[in-house]
């Protein structure tokens, strides 16, 4: 028997795959499934299930794709209705894979269809749990991304109940291998680690700690963040079918300078994905900055429309990994890249814009003697800035930016930052597309802005303190 997570950081996603015999199945594989096919041939083994755990909503899972490669069947649990076909397996039904088998759990509370896999080794022992959304290393999935008539207390509701059924009583040496890990935003505060044995998760997961539904109920729903807008649109595409993500990148093509520019001229956004610091020494005007190197599908989901084209303006050589990381969000309408990249297009004399790099140590000279002239944009989390920021800052939440543009302090110098300095470009590009000009962007945000010696920052007081 062989088990490899394979772990996507920028989605923080795993994906898994379980091998005996000669025989493998994939549990929610990602759109792009090179890395899977790949595997199965070095290890010489035939791909037979694609195993789903649930309607992923963070991101568009590649089971399409992989059964057409494979001829694998898609496997999902209960109360799945797809648009494509399906092994709809039922509550306890055994599939074999070479000397072992996995045991098929329905636990809904992430959403309805939610499916477990549990793994039995050749002795017929459980060794592993694959989880998805229902547990993950010290936090469940959140109950209120499920696009029905049911209320998120409903389903927390049924969470409980599938976890003191079907998880709690498990052995605790099996082995917990969930979906996500650290910074989705599937659950509320996941641990680091992306794995986990049900021994642990019992004497360290709050949730699992509960014996009290009510308590649970409250628990798990309190202090739940708005999800990401994409996320009911990934679900829907997992659901309902997807073009096939081939066929997606046969359609976007090398564009010249003057195909670029007609194209941008339409209602087609441009998309730079090269890094924040070249991005802000130059970049084509009215261009969305999200680069490879962060957080790169969940911000694009987030931001960028779903309805409208889109040409890339990338590092040479990024084009394509470019176009798959944008599908595995569902972002399809990739038309074109150019050709070249930004240095054909400043060699070419075009006009470009660019964005005022500040230091963190030049921003506390700017507050002592020029205070009243300018504006901190902290581009963070609510929860982040409350956790800490700059006296005079405002927080403008990247992911609420565009919502509330219009309430920028436009009359003032805006200086932007964020936690290290991803996020701060993003909001710099979004904020020069309409207009807004009068920005900087302060290098390496919080994180420098905290070493500066006597900054004007505040603080959140100690629980002990406040009761004084």
Not at 170 to 177: H, K, R
Not at 367 to 383: C, F, G, H, N
Not at 386 to 410: C, K, R, V, W, Y
């Amino acid at each position: 028997m062989y088990i490899e997570q394979i772990y996507t950081s920028c989605l923080s996603e795993a994906s898994y795959y379980i091998e005996s015999e000669n025989e493998a199945v994939i549990i929610d594989p990602l759109r792009d499934t090179e890395k899977y096919l790949a595997l199965a041939k070095s290890r010489n083994a035939t791909i037979k299930y694609i195993f789903e755990t649930h309607f992923h909503a963070d991101f568009v899972s590649g089971h399409l794709e992989l059964s057409k490669q494979t001829h694998a069947p898609i496997v999902y649990g209960p109360h799945a209705e797809t648009n494509f076909s399906i092994h709809k397996a039922i509550d306890g039904e055994e599939i074999k894979l070479g000397k072992i088998k996995f045991q098929i759990l329905h636990t809904p509370g992430h959403t309805l269809e939610s499916t477990c896999y549990l793994l039995m080794d050749e002795n017929n022992k459980p060794n592993a749990i694959f989880t998805g959304d229902t547990l993950f290393v010290g936090d469940v999935g959140r109950p209120d991304l499920f696009s029905g008539n049911l209320s998120k207390e409903e389903l927390a509701g049924m969470l409980f109940d599938s976890l003191q059924s079907k998880i709690k009583p498990l052995s605790d040496a099996v082995t917990v291998y969930p979906a996500h890990g650290p910074g989705s935003a599937c659950g509320k505060a996941l641990g680091k680690e992306t794995f986990s044995t049900i021994g642990i998760q019992k004497a360290t997961n709050y949730a699992l700690k509960h014996n009290n539904k009510t308590d649970f109920v409250k628990d798990v729903t309190s202090g739940l963040n708005a999800p990401p807008p994409y996320f009911p649109i990934n679900a829907g595409i997992n659901k309902n079918g997807h073009q096939l993500l081939d066929d997606v990148m046969s359609s976007a093509k090398a564009l010249s300078i003057e195909e670029f520019e007609a194209i941008a001229k339409t209602d087609a956004i441009i998309l730079d994905t090269r890094t924040a610091d070249k991005f802000t020494e130059g970049f084509i005007p009215n261009s969305i900055f999200i680069g490879l190197d962060g957080r790169f599908a969940e911000w694009a989901g987030t931001i960028l429309p779903y309805d409208k084209n889109i040409i890339l303006v990338t590092e040479i050589g990024k084009e394509q990994e470019s176009i798959v990381r944008l599908g595995r969000v569902g972002l399809d309408k990739v038309i074109g890249y150019l050709q070249g990249g930004f240095e054909a297009w400043k060699s070419a004399n075009k006009k470009f814009d660019l964005v005022i790099n500040v230091e963190a140590d030049e921003l506390k000279m700017d507050l002592q003697y020029d205070e009243d002239k300018m504006a901190v944009i902290d581009v963070r989390k609510p929860s982040e800035f409350e956790g800490g920021h700059i006296d005079i800052a405002q927080n403008f939440s990247l992911a609420n930016l565009e919502n509330e543009m219009t309430d920028l302090p436009d009359n003032k110098n805006m200086y932007v930052h964020c936690a290290g300095g991803y996020r701060s470009v993003i909001a710099i590009s979004l904020m020069k597309k309409e207009g807004y000009h009068n920005v900087r962007n302060i290098v390496g945000g919080w994180g420098t802005i905290t070493k500066v010696p006597e900054m004007p920052i505040v603080l959140p007081v100690p629980k002990e303190a406040s009761l004084n």
